[in-house]
């Protein structure tokens, strides 16, 4: 996808150094950044200059390969990949990345094991970018019902980011947004600001407004009253863990907005890839949640009137804060999920069956 007109991927490797966006800069700084080793990549993950399942995941398949470039020994790489999984808990697509490297490494001899560890973080990041293209394509067949219907703007609601930022290329829920676009059917996206991080304000509309698509940032609660004034067509988001019970671990609010769709009739549909689906927990109350610095509360960051950036706190000094970074929408409140393979209802059974 684009910013300032030329394309970009989240993420890259080049000359034994991985390259990334630094999204904690966005939007006020564009700045790539090198990371070099395999702490590198676990402080990427831990301070969210990366972040998003899918791109998580695949900045631990390269975190994996500087492990080997650093030092190709057996024990310091079982370290390495305990302390990658350890970065972020709730994102299962993290564990997925870096168990999948781990199995293809068995047994490779110290002089391929680099080679072969390369390949495979590639292939991870090859696969991403087509599967959230496939998203893509199938989600439009449902925006192009609704605008065949309605021979008007297509209104979408969203929540946090989980754009081509978010991954390598085209985005989880964005992408049937961006196949809309390029196919010229009018959307316009509704966009949760999504605090404490702001990830809708600062990372959605800056890439929808990079690819000129129209949008409007709302306050988190606001999207209740416009899906009761029947101005929402349908809600897309993403996830950063998928049941196989079709139960969705988001960013904390999606379960609220979940509620306002179903209790107005507007579709809430989750776009994934099946690299976010945990097909081993069945009960949700056993997905970790990670709770976060309280600091990401209490303050924000900005540009002040010189242009420069700054960060200020806005909560009384003495004053606490809880701040749980996802939260759990059952099953029953999705109307599908969008894959790479199609789309279908959240359960069980229809995973298993799309997902042979």
């Known amino acids: ?7 970009y991927r989240t993420i890259w490797f080049e000359h034994n150094t991985v390259k990334i966006i630094d999204q904690t800069k966005l939007p006020h700084q564009f700045i790539i950044k090198d990371l070099k080793t395999v702490k590198d990549s676990i402080n990427a993950i831990k ?53 999948r490297m781990i199995k293809k490494l068995s047994g490779i001899n110290s002089s391929n094991i680099l080679k072969v560890a390369l390949e495979e973080a590639n292939a991870i990041v090859e696969e991403d970018v087509i599967f959230c293209k496939n998203i893509g394509e199938n989600g439009l067949r449902i925006i192009q019902e609704i605008a ?23 985005g989880t829920a964005t992408s049937p947004i961006y196949h809309a676009h390029q196919k010229g059917i009018k959307v316009h996206v509704w966009v949760d600001e999504t605090r404490p991080r702001n990830q809708g304000a600062n990372l959605t509309s800056y890439e ?15 999207g209740g009253i416009l899906m009761q004034r029947g101005e929402v067509d349908m809600c897309i988001v ?25 209790d107005n009739n507007v579709p809430f549909y989750v776009a994934l890839p099946s690299s976010t689906i945990d097909w081993s927990v069945k009960d949700f109350k056993k997905i970790p949640i990670e709770e976060r610095s309280s600091k990401e509360l209490s303050h924000v960051e900005g540009v002040d009137e ?14 606490k804060a809880l701040n749980l970074a996802f939260d759990i929408t059952p099953a029953k409140y999705v109307t599908g999920l969008i894959t790479e393979k199609g789309i279908c209802e959240a359960s069980e059974k229809s995973l298993k069956k799309i997902f042979k």
């Open 1 to 7: 996808m684009q910013i300032n007109g030329k394309n």
């Open 47 to 99: 301070t969210m200059e990366v972040r998003g399942a899918p791109l998580i995941g695949a900045t631990a398949a390269y975190g994996i390969v500087l492990s080997i470039l650093e030092n190709n020994d057996q024990s310091f790489l079982k370290k390495s990949s305990e302390d990658l999984i350890a970065s972020r808990p709730t994102a299962i697509n993290l564990k997925w990345a870096v168990d």
């Open 148 to 170: 065949n219907k309605k021979k008007d703007t297509v209104n979408i609601l969203t929540h946090c980011n989980a754009g081509w930022l978010a991954t390598i290329d085209w």
């Open 208 to 222: 929808l407004n990079e690819e000129g698509i129209q949008n409007t940032i709302i306050t988190d609660n606001a």
């Open 238 to 262: 993403g996830t950063d863990r998928t049941l196989s019970t079709g139960d969705v671990a988001n960013k904390i609010g999606t379960y609220l907005k979940a509620l306002a769709a179903k």
């Open 306 to 319: 010189n242009n420069n950036v700054a960060t200020v706190r806005i909560y009384p000094e003495k004053s």
